[in-house]
Every structure is written in C-alpha cells, then in structure tokens.
C-alpha cells in the first residue's frame, strides 16, 4: 500500500461494512443523476451528508472538504466569464463572426473553431454558446441553412476549446486540485494546451467532413407556424360604462366564443389579473389584451370589417392596437421556471404573452403544454407585444433565440475584464517556466483567480449583484458534495479496493490498457451524469490505480479531464449540449449519430498522445 494511502486518518481501521455502504451510496447517487427527479446538487449534498452521519468520514475531515480551492476556483470563473459578457466582449467576438462566417456552411463552422474554441479556453463556454445561439439561428433563417447544421458544431467547438487550458472547464480544475490534495505536482495552466489543440485540430477537421455529412437536418419550434403568424396584432380594449360585457366571465360572451380572437390579459385598475381568466368576471375600465388573426379583429370599434357579432353592443372601446410577435427562446440552466408548468406559474397573466409550443427531446409538444412540467433546455414558442417579449427575455429564465439581446452594455470596461482574464492565465502560465516558477511559488491559481475577479469587480466590469448572479450555485455545491462523497471513498479504503480490482482485470494487459479503460469509463460516464462528479468520483482513484501499479499517475488524471470533458454523444452530457438540443429541433439519436464517431476518434487520439506527453514512467 502507498505510504500516502497508510498515512490517511482512520483508513486502516476503517471496517469493510464502509466500503459497502459508500459503494451502494454511490450507485444510488449515480443512479439518481439518471432519473432526474431530484436537483443534482441535493443528491450530492445528500449523499455527503450521509456519510457524515454514518461516521464514514471525520467531521475534520468533512469541514476540509469545504477548504478545496477547486469550487473557488470555478465560482470566480463564473464571474469572470459574466464580466466580458456584461462589457459586451462577447457580443463583440459574434458580431465579428457574422461578417467572417459568409454564407457558407462550413466557412461558418471554420470560423466557430476559430472563434468559440479559443475563447472558451479561456472562459466558462456556456454564456458563449448563450451568445452565439441567436447569431447563428439568425444567420441560419436569412441564408436559408438549417440552424441544426451549425449548433452541434457549436457546442462542439465549445466542449474542444475547453480542454485547451486547466481552467477551460471545471472539469479540469477540479482534478487538477484533487490532484495536488493527493500529492501531486500541481499541474500548469497550459500543460494541457499541446493535447487540446490536437483535440481541437481532430475535432474541426471531423465536423468540416464526415461530421457535417451527419449532421441531420432538423426543423426548429417556429416552422410549426406559417410566416404570417407573426402578422396577428394585440389589441388592447378597455370594457364601457353599460357594457353587456359586465358581470360574464369569458367563456360565456361571445368573444370567448370567437376562434378568430383570444383574450390573453386583463388589467382591472392598473394591476394585472393574477388568476385564470376563465374565472374572471368583467367589470366596468376593464383592460383587455387581445390577440387577433390579420384576417380577425384590427379594430374593435371604428372598423365596420370587423365580424365581432354585435360589434359595437359589446361595450368595447378601442384603446390601441400593435403587431404581434413571435419568438422563439430557451429556458437556461438558472431559469427558476424549471420543474414548473405555465398553469403553475400563470404565464400569461404574469407576462402577458402566449406560449404557443415548447420543443423537448425531439417533439414540438403542443398539446396539454399548459400542464407540462418545464425542462432545462425547453425551447419555447412565445408570442406577444414587442415590449412585453424585450421585458420576458430580459430576465434570467429565458435565452432569446430570435434576435440577438440588446442589452446597455459597458463597452469601456471591456478591455479591463479582457486585461484581467489575461493576466489570470498568463499569470498562471508563468509558474511553469524559470525563473517564474520560483518568483511565483507562493502564488496559487486561486489568488490569481481572485485577484481577477476582485479587478473586474472594482472596475465595475461587473456589479456584485451581477457577479452574485453570474455563479451556478448548483455547479458548487454539486461540487462539494461529491467531494465529500469522494473523501468517504478513500476513508473507508474504497478507492484502493476499486484500484486493487482494476489492477487485477487490466494491470496484466499493460498500463495503457488501463489508460484506455480509464478514458472510456469517464466518457461514458459523462453522458449520463454530471462531468463535475465524473472528475471528483475518478480523480482519486486513478491516484490510488497509479501507485498500486507503480506508475506515475498523472496519465491517468489527464486522461480523466479529458474523458469527462470531450462529450458529443448526448444531449445531457454538457451543459452547451442541453442549450442545442432544443434550439436546433435535435433528436436524442442525432448526437450519437455525430458524436459517437467523434468521441472514437479522440478516445484513439488520447490512447496515442497521452503516452507520448506524460510517459508512463515508474514511481
């Protein structure tokens, strides 16, 4: 046994029914990352909690968990990434896109490898996905190329570029730091760079070829709807003194009854009606918010070709009448509208638009949709007045897909968050070259990160608020719960019994025979739960398989931060995955149809070069 492993509290005389209730804690935990029933991060939590009670791990033990620099870590990326974002950095990089990219299809795709890649190298990738989703759906629509032939490119070229440094993705991080937690040399800020770019090279060459050929071509949630639904027009009416109108609910008046006109909002003194409609009963200065077919009702008082039966007995007076329009959007990963149906969240009433469809796994639902729980990822057909939409999407829960967002950005801070992020990775590089190495040695990656995140917080790059918004709670304490779960595997002694087994089935078969089991385990497990808890679970136990067998197990770290990064072959595999699915009307099958070839070919490419830059040298 390693003099490390001997050396950790309690692990020797940890009893073997530890072992087992980890092993089936962990399955169960597995498992219900599958089902999706529960928040992840709660099933973590839960999980670290449990081994906390049983006594699996010291409470020392448990309070170090929460003292790991990688969520901290993670956190100021966040914050970084929301600075360029609020100073319009990103916008401006998509803006640049559009006058690269061409009409070409695949002029376009070169240039999303050139563009996404290198910057979610440097950055968090989601919120540049984010960005460049409505620059391509656009693009998409006015030169006629189906938006499902660039999105998976994409998100692609997002995942690829996120290996390209240590702090590309989370994913990285974290086994970086549970690396140097386990005794390891820290790992540099580019020393994965050399691998990521031919990761990047094989996986831009693939998506240009035999990718783009497989790439399926997908209707989006709008094409349900002929172009002329976006000629209807929202009326807005307000109910008269003696109007018939007064005292009858909707679904008993005659405009309940017209199918050429729908009552989508009532305002009754200055304040929206929060209950369903159908249980209102008019009143006199009622306000109505009516939507109405070009070929229905444009004016409900002065136009004689108006077939409102009664017309002007209703009682109705014509406050002002505005086009209709209809959107397109997608609920993102912090939307608080998930698990939530629109009855629940009186979606009409609270924004005053209609939800026309939502897009899940493949299918445009339409039917019953009001009663349907939402999902991360949902892609929603909204229609309504154009302030009422700029108010919608101005918050959080949706991602507009129609247009690009306008927001008041600070485009004089943006050379600060650039300056900033730089200096971080930069900084970060430094340390692995002399003399650097030796001036920077009490400098961690987590002060450089906090110093760049305190720089573009005091520049005002980003507003606290802003950079308290910006964090994924739910990535952190996803973290830190399986950390603490992790911490249970190697204090019951777990992790060394997985190790011993592993070593026992393909230690005969030479070690990158296990290198290539490793890869594949972590990418498989990827598609199916969280990539974070992929790296803190398989971290740990590829340290403890690398000194059983006496090899340096640095190998193994880097093959897990590249197996739990590069995932193509689902949807719920990564984050930016998830964002496409919906927005480009993806099937489940079409990622595997174009990402099981890809994952191959870099599991093969990993299997070559991951030997060649850290050889698999004896302790």
């Known amino acids: 046994m390693p003099d490390f492993l001997v050396s950790t509290p309690f692990l020797a005389a940890a009893p073997l029914w530890h072992q087992w209730v980890v092993g089936l804690l962990l399955v169960g935990i597995f498992f219900a990352f599958t089902r999706e029933r529960i928040a992840v991060e709660l099933i973590a939590m839960s999980g670290f909690a449990a081994v906390m009670l049983l006594g699996i791990i010291p409470t020392e033990r448990a309070a170090a968990v929460f003292g790991n620099s990688g969520p901290l870590i993670v956190a100021c990326m966040f914050i970084l990434s929301s600075a360029l974002r609020r100073t319009g950095s990103i916008e401006l990089l998509g803006s640049w896109f559009e006058r690269v990219g061409g009409k070409s299809p695949l002029r376009m795709i070169a240039a999303l490898f050139l563009i996404v890649a290198p910057l979610s190298a440097m950055v968090n990738n989601t919120p540049v996905v984010v960005v460049f989703l409505p620059i391509l759906i656009g693009i998409s629509r006015s030169v006629n190329i189906p938006a499902s032939k ?66 399926p071509v997908r209707d989006t949630l709008s094409t349900l709807f002929e172009p002329e639904a976006d000629r209807e027009f929202i009326t807005f009416a307000v109910i008269g003194a003696g109007s018939p109108l007064i005292g009858q609910t909707v679904t008993t008046t005659r405009l309940g009854r017209n199918r050429r006109l729908r009552i989508i909002d009532i305002i009754r003194r200055g304040r929206r009606l929060s209950r369903a409609l159908n249980q209102v009963q008019f009143e006199e200065g009622d306000q109505l918010l009516i939507k109405a077919q070009l070929s229905g009702v444009v004016d409900l008082k002065d ?12 009682g109705l007076e014509q406050v002002h009448t505005e086009s209709a329009v209809l959107m397109e959007g997608i ?31 493949g299918k445009n639902l339409r039917d019953d949709i009001e009663n349907t729980p939402l999902s991360f990822g949902d892609t929603l057909l909204v229609e309504g007045p154009a302030e009422r939409m700029r108010q919608l999407f101005e918050e959080r829960d949706f991602i507009n897909l129609s247009t690009t967002r306008h927001e008041s950005f600070r485009l004089s801070k943006a050379p600060i968050a650039f300056g900033a992020i ?13 003399p650097f190495d030796a001036w920077l040695d009490h400098v961690s990656l987590l002060s450089l990160a906090m110093g760049a995140t ?59 025979a296990v290198l290539a089991a ?30 059983a067998m006496g090899i340096d197990p640095r190998p193994f770290v880097v093959a897990v931060m590249f197996g739990a990064s590069a995932s193509f072959m689902t949807p719920i595999g990564y984050q930016t995955n998830t964002l496409i699915y919906g927005a480009g009307g993806y099937r489940f099958t079409d990622f595997a ?20 830059l850290w050889p698999l040298r004896p302790l």
């Open 422 to 434: 730089l200096l971080f990775i930069f900084g970060a590089g430094l340390k692995s070259f002399a």
């Open 518 to 547: 490793v890869y594949l385990l972590a990418s498989l497990l990827t598609e199916v739960v969280s990539n974070n808890a992929v790296a803190v679970i398989l971290t740990p136990i590829v340290i403890t398989l690398g000194h």
């Open 454 to 512: 305190a720089l573009v917080m005091l520049a005002r790059c980003v507003e606290p608020r802003e950079a308290y918004d910006s964090i994924e709670w739910k990535v952190i304490f996803l973290i830190f719960g399986m950390l603490g779960v992790g911490a249970a595997m190697q204090e019951s002694g777990l992790a060394l019994t997985i190790a011993g087994a592993v070593t026992g089935i393909a230690g005969p078969l030479g070690p990158i």
């Open 303 to 314: 136009d004689k070709s108006l077939q409102i039966a009664g017309n002007d007995d209703l």
């Open 593 to 612: 149809r174009v990402g099981v070839p890809l994952q191959l070919l870099l599991w093969l490419v990993a299997i070559f070069m991951i030997p060649l």
């Open 150 to 215: 660039l999105l998976m490119p994409l998100s692609f070229a997002a995942i690829v570029g996120g290996t390209c440094t240590l702090v590309g993705t989370s994913t990285n991080v974290l086994a970086a730091e549970i690396a140097v937690a386990n005794g390891m040399a820290a790992f540099g800020m580019f020393e994965i760079t050399a691998l990521g770019i031919i990761y990047l090279a094989v996986a831009a060459t693939y998506m240009l070829t035999i990718g783009y050929r497989l790439t």
């Open 331 to 361: 609920l993102g990963p912090n939307s608080l509208f998930v698990g939530k149906t629109l009855r629940e969240l009186n979606f009409r009433q609270r924004y005053g638009v209609l939800i026309l469809a939502v897009h899940r796994g």
